[in-house]
Each structure stands twice: as structure tokens, then as C-alpha cells.
């Protein structure tokens, strides 16, 4: 008896979250419902129910409108993630016994492509023959619906609630530059310095952030003799002397690691913009996407 009952209870909590957050992410009581194939006043007891387990109040209502209260944010967001893994689990279970096979369209920066993507391609496609891929580099591509495309590699922060993502790469802001240029021109010591060198100016301007002693965020405005919107030319300009450049570390680390780039001015280096899959919120994913998404998370894990 016991163990019904708790059973029940655990079937009612998670209808409660269910359909708090089909209202957060709908709008609506009215429309959540009719998602839910239920009556809007069953959806609003289930919410409210939610807030009084949780002691908490999640939604703002009025006759017009209803928006989250702050903790209903935070919740929302750990709910979204809780039913997106869920959405996932039950998708890798129908699929497991399913080839993968079809074309996959992706976007995703050239660097990005060239230097992680292209040289792993034989593994996955002796892994999955039957998987076609149509690649297309572009340097910035953020919504994967507006280019018809099945998923998107992005560089930078995304501000599309509609839009889900798994970050790659996460790491630091690094400042680089080839031992010859710092033996001809001296190592900056500390980021005011780089007004006095020549800098390679990327995609992201010359406003180049760091973090200074005490912590706060300090933002330089270099310059230079040479401007790309290019991550490949950017990278290969350092290497080649020509001045000192600045990107995120997984663009330079091969170069650091056999010492063809050297970082300088790590004790004010700052997080740099997180690069990401991302998809489409709501739609299933296919187990051709699936299997590519999983072969991305792989390489760039193994990774140094």
C-alpha cells in the first residue's frame, strides 16, 4: 500500500512539472492545456499544487498576462533541461534498433570544421556508412532553423530561448604570439601594454578583454596592421610572426603544444565564449543527427 502510494505521488509530481513547464514555455494556461490534452483549470491546479510543495510562488498571474517569478526561472530552466534528457532517453530507446542513415545538413565555423571536424571524418563515417553529410562553414550561424540546417556548431553565447545547445569546448580567452615576434618585440607584461604592439584583429574586433588584479573585467582597444574575419588566417598570421593575436584556446592549442605560439599575459586571461551544438527546441532528433552529435561530444572530449 505504501509503495502505491508513493508511486502516486511521484506520478502527480512530475505531472505538476509538466505542466509548469509547458505553461513557462507556452505562455499560458490555455494553450498548455491544449498541449496537454487536458482542461486549462486541471493545468492550473497542477501549478499551483507545484508551488505549494515547493513554497515557493513560480508565476505571476493576472487577467492578461502571466510571467515568471524569479525562482520560477531557475526552475523552468533545470525542469527544461530535466524533460529534454527525458525527450532524449526515450528517442535513443526507439531508435537503438534503427540504422542511422540519410543526409544531415550542419553549419559550423570554418576553423572550427577545419581543424576538428574534417580530420576525424573516416572514424564516424566507418562507424556510419549509411550517413551522408552536407557541411556548410560559415564564421557565425546561430539558428539552425532559419538555414533549413539539421544542427549548428556556435561560437558565442546564444540568446534564443527557443534554441537548446550542448557546449564542446568550454576554456579560456588565450593572448598568443610566435617566439619570434617576442624576441623581436618584446613579451607585454600587462594588457595596457598591447597598444604599444602590433595586434591581428579577428572577427570579434579590437576590443580584446582580460581581468586585472582585482578581478575586474578590463577591456583593450588594439590595433594593428592586419584584420581577418577568418579564425584559420587569424591562427596562421600568429604562427607566422606577424603580430600578436587573441581567440579562444582551442583554436591555438596544437600551435602552444608543439611551441609554434606562445600565451602571454595568462594571469588576466577570461572564460571565453563557450562553442556549442545547437538544435532546434521541441523537435525529435533523428538518429543520424544523434550519432553526429555524439561523434562531435567524442573528438572534442578527447581532445586535449
Not at 81 to 90: E, K, M, P
Not at 91 to 119: C, K, N, Y
Not at 217 to 229: P, Y
Amino acid at each position: 500500500m505504501a509503495r502505491n502510494s508513493a508511486k502516486a505521488v511521484g506520478v502527480n509530481k512530475f505531472q505538476d512539472i509538466l505542466a509548469f513547464a509547458r505553461v513557462a514555455e507556452l505562455g499560458g494556461f490555455t494553450a498548455a492545456a491544449k498541449v496537454l490534452s487536458s482542461s486549462t483549470s486541471t493545468v492550473t491546479k497542477r501549478v499551483t499544487r507545484l508551488e505549494e510543495t515547493l513554497g515557493v510562488q513560480l508565476l505571476h498571474r493576472t487577467t492578461r498576462r502571466m510571467h515568471l517569478t524569479e525562482f520560477g526561472a531557475e526552475y523552468y530552466e533545470r525542469c527544461k533541461q530535466i524533460l529534454s534528457d527525458l525527450d532524449d532517453a526515450d528517442s535513443a530507446i526507439r531508435d537503438a534498433h534503427i540504422s542511422a542513415s540519410g543526409l544531415v545538413r550542419m553549419a559550423l565555423p570554418p576553423s572550427f570544421g577545419h581543424m576538428t571536424v574534417i580530420p576525424a571524418l573516416a572514424q564516424f563515417y566507418e562507424r556510419h556508412p549509411n550517413v551522408s553529410l552536407d557541411l556548410c562553414f560559415k564564421s557565425q550561424t546561430a539558428n539552425p532553423i532559419e538555414g533549413g540546417f539539421d544542427l549548428v556548431v556556435h561560437s558565442g553565447r546564444l540568446a534564443d530561448s527557443l534554441l537548446v545547445n550542448r557546449i564542446l569546448v568550454r576554456g579560456a580567452q588565450k593572448t598568443v604570439a610566435s617566439p619570434d615576434y617576442l624576441a623581436r618585440h618584446g613579451r607585454p607584461m600587462v594588457p595596457s601594454d598591447l597598444v604599444h604592439h602590433n595586434c591581428i584583429v579577428g572577427a570579434f574586433g579590437p576590443a580584446w578583454h582580460f581581468r586585472d588584479e582585482a578581478g575586474h573585467e578590463e577591456i583593450v582597444r588594439v590595433s594593428g596592421k592586419f584584420v581577418t574575419d577568418s579564425g584559420d588566417i587569424l591562427r596562421e598570421a600568429a604562427v607566422q610572426g606577424l603580430g600578436i593575436s587573441q581567440a579562444t584556446w582551442w583554436l591555438f592549442r596544437e600551435d602552444m603544444q608543439r611551441g609554434r605560439l606562445v600565451p602571454v599575459l595568462e594571469e588576466y586571461e577570461v572564460e571565453a565564449d563557450p562553442i556549442s551544438i545547437v538544435f532546434p527546441a521541441n523537435r525529435r532528433v533523428p538518429a543520424k543527427v544523434r550519432v553526429f552529435v555524439d561523434f562531435l561530444l567524442t573528438i572534442t572530449r578527447s581532445n586535449p
